[in-house]
């Protein structure tokens, strides 16, 4: 069978001719074309106009860092073969990164100040990590100015920013509460930029790869839902697509930490696993160029690409959250059952009552 | 509307009290709740483990809960409606005791509870204490209709019905914290059962009016000069 034309493999092959001397074969690069088709969801003949594409326009790219772990940084460099990352450094030319760029100090400042003068509405932003706007925003700066001063330069003049991890999306792990130093998403912080979100603990690169390739193939921003995630990495349940799904609806649960069910791969429902809470395509893209993902891995999902996962999801080897006002170790459950059971006593009690009390006269 | 029968010393009247649609939805609603909880109960704690991957418990549980789920909705809704063109029993004005004479009724039917009265206030249909008990459990009715709806949406495409069902409490509460209430609020729902049943047990023989049957029948046998007074 034949899922891509010759004139794909053509211009495939001229591709490879500006990818240079990076070892990436041309299959590599094919696979990685119909790859990007197949997670936008695009039939696989929409990949030579990906490679058509990705060989055209570099669009800069900037990439800023707030309060952040450089998870989602590690997440793309360590993206292994086909050299997805590889692929990604040379879509894009990346003219800011922190955590990669060799300049330092002013001269590091001074090039990204010079992409936002010399190529206003023509470069993409990546933020990862939050924004703290509690006290002026003076809990991260940069070069002296305040996270949310450079966002507010760098994102408002960009032609999008690309929120990537929970942190950057919705103020993730900075924001758990008492989120001391008033972290935000992007959105949050800066309403007025064209902000795409794309959560997760780290944020999956393939996703990030998507969306850029969706913009450079299409000229818009994919579909958005109403936290802006787009629809393509984000509109499916977890659970919904979850290679242990079945086990769940056969009633197979690992109940243990390395108990039988653990070891057999049954569903981990029981382990706490918020999957069912849960919008991400974990279970079919996964994670470090398709190895694996958490529940593959044996662990429940922790729900990290969900708006305040932190507060929201936890505990995390638990079904259901802590019933907030009550003491720490009560469960729904607990408080539930005294509930009902002090309903029947005080029935009991009442039932007392009535035999003793004198009785009405007939 | 009412036929007369003696009774003792005391002549009473057969009187229509509840309606078929009433009665059909109190089971209805009894069932539900029953089905409802055992195999809500389960999905929220699976205490049965499956020995064989061809076996399909969760399967089952899930399939029960949301059929049953609609049959709830349907008799709720059912019920609702009732309460606007069905007989002064059935009517939502019940819910509300705010009339001098209904607050009376409502702390008599208190006082009788807690032995500090002797006898219960006479009332054909519900006494206020208890409609607006059944007011609070239809509100509680209906945010486990809303937060299960809620729940159930997010296995499906976004759409409008989705949205009216329950979908739009996702906006204002975290998927998690739905599923907390919708499962504690269970709870809620279980002890009014034994309140609902000792409360009918116990107020039965006092009253002498057929109280439980009547959720049968619809009739109830109240003494000719209740109905008089009710009647001045
Ligand atoms: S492991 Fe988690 S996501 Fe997978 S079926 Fe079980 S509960 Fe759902």
């Known amino acids: ?362 | 509307m009412a036929t007369k029968i003696i009774h003792g010393k005391m002549q009473r009247l057969r009187v229509y009290a509840w309606e078929f649609p009433v009665r059909l939805t109190h089971w209805f609603n009894a069932f539900s709740i029953l089905f409802l909880s055992i195999t809500g109960y389960y999905i929220g704690d699976p205490f049965m483990h499956a020995y064989s991957s061809k076996q399909w418990i969760m399967g089952w549980m899930r399939l029960i809960h949301f059929i049953v789920a609609y049959v709830f909705l349907m008799s709720v809704i059912i019920r609702m409606y009732w309460a606007f063109m069905g007989n002064q029993f059935a009517s939502w004005r019940e819910c509300f005791p705010v009339s001098t004479e209904k607050r009376k009724e409502f702390m008599d039917a208190l006082k009788f509870y807690f032995f500090i009265r002797k006898e219960p206030p006479y009332v054909i249909g519900h006494a206020a204490l208890a409609s607006f008990t059944y007011f609070l459990v239809f509100v509680v009715f209906i945010f486990e209709i809303v937060s299960g709806f809620a729940l159930y949406s997010v296995s499906h495409p976004p759409s409008i019905v989705w949205t009216l069902l329950g979908g739009w409490l996702l906006n204002i509460m975290h998927l998690p914290t739905i599923r907390l209430y919708h499962h504690f609020v269970m709870y809620v729902i279980l002890a009014f059962v034994p309140l609902h049943i000792y409360a009918t047990w116990y107020m039965d023989p006092h009253e002498k009016n057929g109280l439980v049957s009547s959720m049968f029948s619809g009739f109830k046998f109240v003494p000719e000069k209740e109905i008089e007074e009710a009647e001045q």
């Open chain 1, 1 to 362: 069978m034949k899922f891509v034309s010759d004139d794909f493999l053509q211009e495939a092959s001229e591709s490879m001719e500006s990818l240079g001397d990076k070892g990436i074969s041309r299959r590599a690069f094919m696979k990685f074309c119909t790859g990007m088709a197949a997670l936008l969801a695009l039939p696989a003949s929409f990949a030579p106009k990906i490679a058509e594409a990705i060989r055209g326009k570099k669009p800069y790219l900037v990439w800023l860092e707030f309060q952040d772990c450089a998870g989602d940084t590690e997440a793309l460099l360590r993206t292994t073969a086909p050299a997805v990352g590889d692929i990604v450094l040379d879509v894009f030319a990346v003219e800011y990164h922190e955590t990669i760029m060799a300049a330092s100090g002013k001269q590091a400042e001074k090039s990204l100040m010079d992409i936002v003068k010399n190529n206003k509405g023509n470069y993409f932003v990546v933020v990862e990590g939050s924004i703290p706007l509690k006290d002026d925003g003076i809990y991260c700066c940069i070069g002296g100015r305040t996270a949310v001063d450079i966002a507010r330069e760098v994102c408002g003049n960009a032609i999008a920013t690309i929120a990537v991890g929970t942190c950057a999306t919705y103020g993730g792990i900075p924001a758990a509460l008492p989120n001391p130093t008033g972290a935000v998403g992007v959105k949050e912080a800066v309403p007025n930029a064209t902000v795409i979100n794309l959560p997760g603990c780290p944020v999956n690169a393939e996703n990030i790869t998507a969306t850029v390739v969706h913009y450079l193939t299409f000229g818009t921003l994919p579909n958005t839902d109403k936290l802006g995630r787009p629809y393509f990495a984000f509109g499916k349940r977890i659970h919904d697509n979850c290679e242990r799904r079945a086990h769940f609806d056969a009633g197979q649960f690992a109940r243990q930490w390395g108990d039988e069910g653990h070891r057999q791969g049954w569903c981990l429902y029981e382990m706490g696993c918020k999957g069912p809470e849960t919008f991400h395509n974990c279970p079919t893209v996964k994670y470090n160029a398709g190895t694996s993902w958490p529940v593959q891995a044996g662990h429940g999902c922790i729900g990290c690409s969900e708006p305040h996962f932190w507060d929201t999801m936890s505990p995390f080897y638990r079904r259901l959250p802590k019933v907030p006002g009550v003491s720490i170790e009560s469960t729904a459950d607990k408080v539930g059952a005294g509930l009902a059971a002090a309903t029947a006593a005080g029935l009991v009690i009442h039932g007392i009552g009535r035999a003793i009390s004198p009785k009405k006269e007939e």
